[in-house]
C-alpha cells in the first residue's frame, strides 16, 4: 500500500458495527485524481461522501478505513470517484484484504478463506478476479521464451461450455485460456503472443482437433504439431468398441444368443491393457480368441497400436507406418476407417514419437482447473474459473501483504 500518500487523522472504536475504524485522508499530492486512470482531475463534487473499506482485522475485530470519496471529472473517464491509494478502484476492500485473500485463496481451502475473512465466496472470487488481473499486469511478458506449448479443450458447466488451455511444456505453468473451442478462440492467443513470438514456437502438442491444428499451421507454419499419444490409442480403442457392437448384432441377429451375451460382457476384457486383466478377463480375451477372429484381430490392432508409444527408440516410427499399413488392409471397418483418418497424422504422430512430447502436463493442468471448477462461484461465466485457474496454475509470485 502507498501508506505515504495517506495519513492516519484518527483511530475509534464503532459500537455498533463492532468494529475500528480508522480514518484516513489521502496527501494533497495524490489527491483528485481519477479512479481509473490515476489522472490529475478536477474535483467534481464531494460524492457519496464518507466510504469504509474492509481492511485487515485487529485480531478477532473487524477493521475499516474511513475516508471521503469525492468525485472528480476525468477527461477520458468522465466523472468518476477519485483514486486512493488504499485500494483498489470502485471496491469495498482494502488492497491489503484483497492481497491476504488472494494468498489464502491459492495456499488454504475454500472454507478456511470464507472463514477466516468473514466474507462470502462469492466477493472472495470477485478479489481473485481484481487480483490476478493486476497479477499478471505486474509479471511481465510471460510469454517471451516460449518455445513448446500444448494446446487443448476442457469442458465446465456440464460440458455446456469450453475453455481452451494453453499449457509451456517446459515449465509446466497455465500460460492462457479463454472460453471457447473453435479457431477463433486459438487465433486470439496467437493474437496474444503476437507474430514474432508465434515464429518462435518449435512444437505445439494437441489432441489432433483439426480446429487446433488449422490455426496452428496458419500462425506458426514452422512449429511441429505433435498429436497426444493418449488420445491416438482412445481412436483404437473406440474402434474397437465399434467392432464388438458390429459381431454382437450379427450374433444376435443370427439368433446365437450365447455368442451375442458373451459378446456383451466382453468390453472389459478388450479395453483395459492386458498386463492389468483378470484371471476371468483373461479366459474371455481366450474365448474372443477361439469364437470370433475379427473381434480379436482387431483386439491385437488396439494392442499394437498402444504398444507403439510404450516402446522407446527410433524403430516406434517405423512400428507406426508398419501398423498403418496392417490397419489399412485389415479389413475390418473401422479399423480401415481410422488407418485412412491416422494417415493424415502420420507426420504429426512422428512428431510425437520423436520429442516425446505428450500431453501429461497439459492433462494435469486440465486436471486441476476441473477441480477448481468445483470452488468457482456458481461458474456461470468464464472469468472467475479463469482468474482462479491462472492464480493457481499461473505461476505468479503471490505473497502475504507485506512480506518480501
Ligand atoms: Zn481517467
Known amino acids: 500500500m502507498h501508506l505515504g500518500q495517506s495519513v492516519v487523522e484518527s483511530v475509534d472504536f464503532d459500537e455498533d458495527e463492532q468494529a475500528v475504524v480508522v480514518s484516513v485522508r489521502v496527501r494533497k499530492a495524490a489527491r483528485n485524481r481519477c479512479g481509473k486512470c490515476q489522472r490529475r482531475c478536477a474535483r467534481y ?25 469525492p468525485r472528480v471529472s476525468c477527461p477520458g473517464h468522465g466523472v468518476v470517484v477519485a483514486w486512493v491509494p488504499w485500494a483498489r478502484h470502485g471496491v469495498g476492500h482494502t488492497r491489503l484484504f484483497d492481497d491476504l485473500a488472494a494468498w489464502l485463496v491459492r495456499y488454504t481451502s475454500k472454507t478456511t478463506v470464507s472463514t477466516f475473512l468473514r466474507i462470502a465466496w ?4 470477485a478479489i481473485v478476479t481484481r487480483v490476478t488481473a493486476d497479477l499478471d499486469a505486474e509479471a511481465g511478458d ?3 521464451n516460449v518455445r513448446r506449448i ?15 488451455v494453453v499449457v509451456d511444456h517446459d515449465t509446466g505453468l497455465l500460460l492462457w485460456a479463454k472460453e471457447g473451442r ?20 518449435e512444437l505445439v502438442s494437441a489432441d489432433g482437433a483439426d480446429w487446433i491444428a488449422d490455426i496452428v499451421g496458419l500462425r506458426c507454419p514452422q512449429a511441429k504439431i505433435c498429436v497426444d499419444p493418449f488420445h491416438v ?20 441377429r443370427r439368433g446365437q444368443t450365447g455368442l451375442a451375451r458373451g459378446l456383451r460382457d466382453c ?12 484371471g476371468k478377463q483373461q479366459a474371455k480375451l481366450s474365448w474372443i480368441q477361439q469364437t470370433n477372429q475379427t473381434l480379436y484381430r482387431a483386439y491385437l490392432l488396439k494392442e499394437q497400436l498402444r504398444q507403439v508409444f510404450a516402446a522407446g527408440g527410433a524403430e516406434r ?19 480401415t476407417d481410422l488407418a485412412r483418418r491416422m494417415r493424415r497424422y502420420r507426420d504429426d504422430i512422428a512428431n510425437t514419437l520423436t520429442h516425446n512430447l505428450s500431453n501429461a502436463r497439459v492433462e494435469s493442468v486440465n486436471t486441476k482447473i476441473r477441480l477448481l471448477e468445483r470452488i468457482a462461484y456458481g461458474v456461470k461465466k468464464a472469468d472467475p474459473l479463469i482468474a482462479l485457474a491462472m492464480l493457481h496454475l499461473g505461476g505468479y509470485k503471490i505473497l502475504l501483504p507485506g512480506r518480501a
Open 267 to 278: 468390453r472389459f476384457a478388450l479395453w483395459k491393457n492386458p498386463e492389468d486383466l483378470t
Open 45 to 69: 463534487d464531494a460524492g457519496a461522501g464518507r466510504r469504509r473499506w474492509r481492511s485487515l482485522d485487529l485480531g478477532p475485530v473487524r477493521t475499516f478505513l474511513e475516508a471521503d470519496a
Open 317 to 335: 516410427i517405423a512400428l507406426l507406418d508398419h501398423w498403418l499399413q496392417w490397419a489399412a488392409r485389415c479389413r475390418i471397418g473401422p479399423f
Open 182 to 201: 473453435d479457431k477463433k478462440t486459438v487465433g486470439a492467443f496467437f493474437d496474444v503472443l503476437g507474430d514474432e513470438r508465434c515464429r518462435q514456437i
Open 150 to 164: 500444448g494446446i487443448d479443450e476442457i469442458s465446465y458447466k456440464r460440458r455446456h461450455k469450453y475453455l481452451v
Open 122 to 125: 462469492r466477493s472472495v472470487v
Open 142 to 144: 510471460r510469454l517471451a
Open 233 to 252: 490409442v482412445s481412436w483404437a480403442t473406440d474402434a474397437l468398441d465399434l467392432v464388438r457392437r458390429q459381431v454382437w448384432n450379427e450374433a444376435r
